[in-house]
């Protein structure tokens, strides 16, 4: 098994391999950014019945296709398994099952860890044929509702979309004011304890695979559930254990940075332009631009085509973007800790709480840039549960995720804040952040800007897009190949 090329995450691959050994299966887990090469020449070297790969983001989805190709084309006869939280069983059925998918190779999407052991007994059983023949058909009749669907689906040309674009009355409600300080500001002070109460446990149970039934379902419901209630509690119980251990001797620590600037949105409309001072804004000295992308599939409401874009004022209007990246550091020391003791389980929990504690970093900070360093929302009275359920003015939405589905931009937001120099957060070549546990974002104050999915786009845009990143199309197709909603060349 291994995390492919140029993405770092491996907690579920790692809770895979802890349930594959517990029903006697050998594992050769050769870990994160993996090269093609690399897992090959480890499948040949171990002569290993089936090669699993694993991958949190997007560029990873792309990454698989290639190993697929290079599989076949040297000849492997190796089952390939497909698993992470950015896959699907559509994504494996129609871009990476045909480049390799055989009765005695097939490709399989495993949805999660406790079905990898019925997968791998089923390939490896006398019953093989009929159930590889079951996924065939199955995946077969996928691909062909996809493109069918594709051909039955409308998308708006680009220019349309364009027009059709959320229009705020920026006079009526207008950008919010100038933050208390421009610039970056490196965060360094803020302890574990200051971001426990920020803590979303949800996504805890979800990564050990933990679901309680309606009406049961989260936190602290789930304690409750007859099925899973007695095994999330345990396993609560020894996560705040380890949590204030982790506390009182300090092997984690939290650390980021914060860049606030002015910005207006271009003159199309489709991109936004950070200017270091008020001089250079009004001399139209631009420091950097974040190209935006809008949605295309048409709607069947008269709902408009959003890009982040329409939530920052045009030229002549004083708005302001914001942007952080922050960290946990000391999960990697924790786990090589525990992997020299050979305990799984505490490996798997650290990985997990160092994931909690940055996500509730990332609250946290973004409380403070409402209420105090940009300082829009100085009289915010919500308590830690709002929060989680957004009941504040702004968002702060991902480079990579669906507002923004394109990771390149995480590169001018590292240009600009200096998350490397300023606070040893890195990208990898598929520009996966390092540490795995990070989260960056960008941060819109108007009560008007919203989450959203950009969905499938068209050529057209994809188009305009690459020139206006200055980029080749070819390459940026690649980026973008998750939501095109064509065949890429």
């Given at each position: 098994?291994?995390?492919?090329?140029g993405?770092?995450?491996?907690?579920?691959?790692?809770?895979v391999?802890?349930?594959?050994?517990?029903?006697?299966?050998?594992?050769?887990?050769?870990?994160?950014?993996?090269s093609?090469?690399?897992?090959?020449?480890?499948?040949?070297?171990?002569?290993?019945?089936?090669?699993g790969?694993?991958?949190?983001?997007t560029?990873?989805?792309?990454?698989?296709?290639?190993?697929?190709?290079?599989?076949?084309?040297?000849?492997?006869?190796?089952?390939?398994?497909?698993?992470?939280?950015?896959?699907?069983?559509?994504?494996?059925?129609?871009?990476?099952?045909?480049?390799?998918?055989?009765?005695?190779?097939?490709?399989?999407?495993v949805?999660?860890?406790?079905r990898?052991?019925?997968?791998v007994?089923?390939?490896?059983?006398?019953l093989?044929?009929?159930?590889?023949?079951?996924?065939?058909?199955?995946?077969?009749?996928?691909r062909?509702?996809y493109?069918?669907?594709?051909?039955?689906?409308?998308?708006?040309?680009?220019?349309?979309?364009k027009?059709?674009k959320?229009?705020?009355?920026?006079?009526?409600?207008?950008?919010?004011p100038?933050?208390?300080?421009l610039g970056?500001?490196?965060?360094?002070t803020?302890?574990?304890?200051?971001?426990?109460?920020?803590?979303?446990?949800?996504?805890?149970?979800?990564?050990?695979?933990?679901?309680?039934?309606?009406?049961?379902r989260?936190y602290?419901k789930?304690?409750?559930?007859?099925?899973v209630?007695g095994e999330?509690?345990?396993?609560?119980?020894?996560?705040?254990?380890?949590?204030?251990?982790?506390?009182?001797?300090?092997s984690?620590?939290?650390?980021?940075v914060?860049?606030?600037?002015?910005?207006?949105?271009?003159?199309?409309?489709?991109?936004?332009h950070?200017?270091?001072?008020?001089?250079?804004?009004?001399?139209?000295?631009?420091l950097?631009?974040?190209?935006?992308?809008?949605?295309?599939?048409?709607?069947?409401?008269?709902?408009?085509?959003?890009s982040?874009?329409?939530?920052?004022?045009?030229r002549?209007?004083?708005?302001?973007?914001?942007?952080f990246a922050?960290s946990?550091?000391?999960?990697?020391?924790?786990?090589?800790?525990?992997?020299a003791?050979?305990d799984?389980?505490?490996?798997?929990?650290?990985?997990?709480?160092?994931?909690?504690f940055?996500?509730?970093?990332?609250?946290?900070?973004?409380?403070?840039?409402?209420?105090?360093?940009?300082g829009?929302a100085?009289?915010?009275?919500?308590?830690?549960a709002?929060?989680?359920?957004?009941?504040?003015?702004?968002?702060r939405?991902?480079?990579?995720?669906?507002?923004?589905?394109d990771?390149?931009?995480?590169?001018?937001?590292?240009?600009?804040?200096k998350?490397?120099?300023?606070?040893g957060?890195?990208l990898?070549?598929?520009l996966?952040?390092?540490?795995?546990?990070s989260?960056?974002?960008l941060?819109?104050?108007?009560?008007?800007?919203?989450?959203?999915?950009?969905?499938?786009?068209?050529?057209?845009?994809?188009?305009?897009?690459?020139?206006?990143?200055?980029?080749?199309?070819?390459?940026?197709?690649?980026?973008?190949?998750?939501i095109?909603?064509?065949?890429?060349d």
């Amino acid at each position: 098994m291994a995390t492919v090329k140029g993405d770092v995450h491996d907690i579920g691959k790692n809770i895979v391999a802890v349930v594959l050994g517990c029903n006697n299966y050998k594992v050769y887990d050769i870990g994160v950014m993996c090269s093609c090469e690399k897992i090959l020449e480890k499948a040949k070297e171990y002569d290993v019945d089936v090669i699993g790969l694993s991958g949190l983001i997007t560029p990873s989805l792309d990454e698989m296709v290639v190993v697929a190709k290079e599989m076949s084309k040297a000849g492997f006869k190796q089952p390939l398994l497909i698993g992470g939280a950015t896959t699907s069983k559509m994504h494996t059925a129609v871009k990476i099952s045909p480049n390799y998918f055989s009765m005695e190779h097939p490709v399989i999407h495993v949805l999660d860890a406790s079905r990898s052991v019925t997968v791998v007994s089923s390939l490896l059983s006398e019953l093989k044929g009929e159930y590889v023949q079951d996924i065939m058909e199955e995946y077969d009749e996928m691909r062909e509702d996809y493109y069918a669907g594709l051909e039955d689906r409308y998308f708006l040309d680009y220019d349309k979309a364009k027009a059709a674009k959320k229009n705020i009355d920026f006079d009526a409600i207008p950008p919010a004011p100038q933050p208390r300080k421009l610039g970056n500001t490196v965060i360094d002070t803020v302890s574990l304890e200051d971001v426990v109460p920020y803590m979303d446990w949800n996504p805890f149970f979800q990564t050990w695979e933990l679901r309680g039934r309606y009406p049961n379902r989260g936190y602290p419901k789930i304690f409750k559930d007859e099925a899973v209630g007695g095994e999330a509690k345990k396993l609560f119980d020894d996560a705040q254990a380890m949590l204030k251990e982790i506390i009182a001797d300090k092997s984690m620590q939290l650390k980021g940075v914060v860049g606030l600037y002015a910005a207006n949105r271009s003159e199309d409309g489709e991109d936004v332009h950070l200017y270091e001072s008020e001089e250079d804004r009004e001399a139209d000295k631009r420091l950097a631009t974040y190209c935006m992308l809008r949605q295309q599939a048409e709607k069947e409401s008269d709902e408009p085509y959003l890009s982040q874009a329409d939530f920052i004022a045009p030229r002549g209007y004083k708005d302001h973007l914001g942007m952080f990246a922050v960290s946990c550091f000391g999960c990697g020391a924790l786990v090589e800790k525990y992997e020299a003791d050979n305990d799984d389980y505490s490996k798997i929990m650290a990985q997990a709480l160092a994931d909690r504690f940055v996500e509730a970093f990332a609250e946290y900070l973004h409380r403070v840039i409402r209420t105090d360093m940009w300082g829009y929302a100085p009289d915010e009275q919500l308590d830690e549960a709002d929060l989680l359920k957004i009941k504040y003015d702004g968002i702060r939405p991902a480079p990579g995720y669906p507002s923004q589905p394109d990771h390149t931009e995480k590169q001018t937001m590292w240009n600009v804040i200096k998350c490397h120099e300023l606070a040893g957060i890195e990208l990898s070549e598929s520009l996966s952040m390092m540490p795995a546990a990070s989260v960056s974002a960008l941060v819109f104050a108007h009560p008007e800007s919203q989450y959203f999915a950009v969905g499938q786009i068209g050529k057209d845009q994809v188009t305009s897009y690459a020139e206006r990143k200055k980029m080749d199309l070819s390459p940026c197709e690649r980026w973008l190949s998750p939501i095109l909603n064509y065949e890429r060349d």
